[in-house]
C-alpha cells in the first residue's frame, strides 16, 4: 500500500513540478526573446 | 560406423529435444509471422523472435553464464545497464517535445496514464505475485520498452522475457486495444471537441526543455538518471542543432545496433523452462489490464482537467499519455478525426505521449526507490 501509495503521488509531484517549472522557464525565455528582439531592432543601422 | 553414428545422434540436440522446445518454437514463430506478416513492431519482435528460437534448440549454450554468445549480450547490455538507456538516447535523438513544449498541462496527462500501472501493481499482488514481480508487470501498462526492461531486469529477471514480450506486443496492439476504451470512456461531444492551432515554440525554449527535465527528474527522483539523462542528451543533440553527427549517430546506427542485442538479449531468456509457467500467461493478462488501464486513466485524466480549464482540451489525448510513441498519439487522432473530419489532434496528442515517455521513467525510478 505504501509502494502504491507514495509511487502515484510521487509521479503526479514529479510531473507537477515539471509542469510549474516549465511554464515559468517558458515565461522568462519569451521575455528574454521580446526583450532581446526589441533591442536588435533599436540598434541603429550602418 | 553403427557406433559413430549412434554418437552423432545422442549428442545431437534431437536427442534431447523436449516438448517444451517444440512449443518455444511455435511462439517464436507466431511472433516472426506478427513481425513480418502483420508488420507488428518488427524492429523489436523479429530478433526477440529468433532469439527464443535459438536459445530453445538444446545444446547450443548460447544463453550459458560465461560461454554462451547471447549470455555476454545480456549480461553486459541488459544486466549491466547499458542497452536501455543507448535506446533512450536513441529515442531522445528522435522524440519532438515541442507539443509538450507548446501545452505543458500535457504533462499531467502523462502522469495520469502513469494510474494503471500502480492499479496492475496492486492487482498483481492480488494474483500472488511479490512487489518485485508485481512492479516489473505494472510497468508494461507505461507501454515503454526499454523502460519495462530496465527495470524488469533489475527487479524481477526471471520475468524478463515475458514482461518485455507483452510491452512491445500490446505497443503493437494499440490501434486495436486503445479506441474500443476511447469511445466507451468519451462522449461524442466529447470526442467532436476542437483544439486551436499549438502555440509556436522557439529553438531556445527547445534547447532548455531537456537540461532543465534532466535536472527536475533526476534531482526529484535519482534513480531515473539513467534512462533520463541519455533521453536528455539525446534530445538536447537534436534540438541544439550543432551536433548533426551525433544526432544522426544516436538516432540511426547505435539505437539500430543496440536494438538488434536487446532483442536478442530478451527473446533468449525466454527459455522453455522459464516461459511455461501458468505465471507467465498471468503476466501477459496482467500486462494488458495494465496498459487498457493506463489508457482509461489518462482519459478520465483529460476529462477532470476540462472541469477546470477554460479552454476544453479533446479528452481522447489523455489515451496518449501511455508512451507508445507515436502509435498511440496516431491513434488519438484516428478516433477524433472519425468524430469530427475538421479535428486535427496528432500534434496535440504528441505532447501527453511524449510526456508518459518521462512518466514512465519516473513511476520505474519510484519503484526502484521503494524495492530496487
Known amino acids: 500500500m505504501e509502494v502504491f501509495g507514495s509511487g502515484i503521488i510521487g509521479v503526479y509531484l514529479i510531473m507537477a513540478l515539471l509542469m510549474v517549472l516549465m511554464q515559468a522557464s517558458i515565461k522568462i525565455i519569451e521575455y528574454f526573446e521580446r526583450w532581446n528582439n526589441k533591442t536588435a531592432s533599436e540598434e541603429p543601422q550602418p | 560406423?553403427?557406433?559413430i553414428l549412434e554418437g552423432l545422434v545422442f549428442s545431437s540436440g534431437v536427442a534431447n529435444l523436449t516438448f517444451g522446445h517444440v512449443f518455444m518454437w511455435l511462439v517464436a514463430f507466431v511472433l516472426m509471422y506478427l513481425a513480418i506478416k502483420k508488420q507488428y513492431e518488427p524492429l523489436l519482435l523479429l530478433p526477440i523472435a529468433f532469439g527464443i528460437l535459438v536459445?530453445?534448440?538444446?545444446?547450443?549454450?548460447?544463453?550459458?553464464?560465461?560461454h554462451g554468445l547471447i549470455w555476454f549480450f545480456y549480461h553486459y547490455g541488459i544486466e549491466m545497464?547499458?542497452?536501455?538507456?543507448?535506446?533512450?538516447?536513441?529515442?531522445?535523438?528522435?522524440?519532438?517535445?515541442?507539443?509538450?513544449?507548446?501545452?505543458?498541462?500535457?504533462?499531467?496527462?502523462?502522469?495520469?496514464?502513469?494510474?494503471?500501472?500502480?492499479?496492475?501493481?496492486?492487482?498483481?499482488?492480488?494474483?500472488?505475485?511479490?512487489?518485485?514481480?508485481?512492479?516489473?508487470?505494472?510497468?508494461?501498462?507505461?507501454?515503454?520498452?526499454?523502460?519495462?526492461?530496465?527495470?524488469?531486469s533489475k527487479l524481477a529477471p526471471h520475468m524478463l522475457g515475458a514482461t518485455a514480450v507483452a510491452a512491445y506486443s500490446y505497443m503493437a496492439l494499440v490501434p486495436i486495444i486503445q479506441p474500443p476504451i476511447m469511445r466507451l470512456l468519451t462522449t461524442?461531444?466529447?470526442?467532436?471537441?476542437?483544439?486551436?492551432?499549438?502555440?509556436?515554440?522557439?529553438?531556445?525554449?527547445?534547447?532548455?526543455?531537456?537540461?532543465?527535465?534532466?535536472?527536475?527528474?533526476?534531482?526529484?527522483?535519482?534513480?531515473?538518471?539513467?534512462?533520463?539523462?541519455?533521453?536528455?542528451?539525446?534530445?538536447?543533440?537534436?534540438?541544439?542543432?550543432v551536433v548533426e553527427r551525433l544526432t544522426k549517430a544516436s538516432s540511426n546506427e547505435l539505437i539500430n545496433i543496440v536494438t538488434i542485442f536487446q532483442g536478442l538479449s530478451v527473446g533468449a531468456t525466454m527459455t522453455a523452462a522459464v516461459f511455461l509457467n501458468p505465471k507467465v500467461l498471468?503476466?501477459?493478462?496482467?500486462?494488458?489490464?495494465?496498459?487498457?488501464?493506463?489508457?482509461?486513466?489518462?482519459?478520465?485524466?483529460?476529462?477532470?482537467?476540462?472541469?477546470?480549464?477554460?479552454?476544453?482540451?479533446?479528452?481522447?489525448?489523455?489515451?496518449?499519455?501511455?508512451?507508445?510513441?507515436?502509435?498511440?498519439?496516431?491513434?488519438?487522432?484516428?478516433?477524433?478525426?472519425?468524430?469530427?473530419?475538421?479535428?486535427?489532434?496528432?500534434?496535440?496528442?504528441?505532447?501527453?505521449?511524449?510526456?508518459?515517455?518521462?512518466?514512465?521513467?519516473?513511476?520505474?525510478a519510484i519503484f526502484l526507490k521503494n524495492l530496487g
Open chain 2, 188 to 241: 461524442e461531444a466529447e470526442r467532436k471537441i476542437e483544439m486551436g492551432k499549438m502555440r509556436p515554440v522557439s529553438k531556445l525554449q527547445k534547447v532548455v526543455f531537456p537540461v532543465m527535465t534532466a535536472m527536475i527528474v533526476m534531482l526529484l527522483a535519482p534513480p531515473s538518471a539513467p534512462l533520463i539523462s541519455m533521453l536528455m542528451l539525446g534530445n538536447l543533440f537534436k534540438e541544439s542543432g
Open chain 2, 55 to 66: 536459445v530453445n534448440l538444446p545444446l547450443t549454450f548460447l544463453m550459458e553464464p560465461e
Open chain 2, 81 to 152: 545497464d547499458i542497452i536501455p538507456p543507448l535506446v533512450f538516447l536513441g529515442l531522445g535523438a528522435m522524440i519532438d517535445f515541442g507539443p509538450l513544449i507548446a501545452n505543458p498541462k500535457t504533462l499531467l496527462l502523462g502522469a495520469g496514464a502513469q494510474v494503471g500501472l500502480y492499479v496492475t501493481f496492486f492487482a498483481a499482488i492480488l494474483l500472488g505475485f511479490d512487489l518485485k514481480e508485481a512492479a516489473s508487470i505494472g510497468i508494461i501498462g507505461g507501454a515503454d520498452g526499454p523502460t519495462a526492461i530496465y527495470l524488469g
Open chain 2, 1 to 3: 560406423m553403427f557406433k
Open chain 2, 282 to 364: 498471468l503476466v501477459f493478462f496482467l500486462g494488458l489490464f495494465a496498459f487498457c488501464v493506463s489508457t482509461a486513466t489518462g482519459l478520465l485524466m483529460a476529462k477532470f482537467m476540462n472541469l477546470f480549464l477554460k479552454v476544453k482540451i479533446n479528452p481522447l489525448i489523455g489515451a496518449a499519455g501511455v508512451s507508445a510513441v507515436p502509435m498511440a498519439a496516431r491513434c488519438v487522432h484516428k478516433v477524433g478525426s472519425e468524430a469530427n473530419r475538421r479535428n486535427y489532434l496528432l500534434m496535440h496528442a504528441m505532447g501527453p505521449n511524449v510526456a508518459g515517455v518521462i512518466g514512465t521513467v519516473a513511476a520505474a
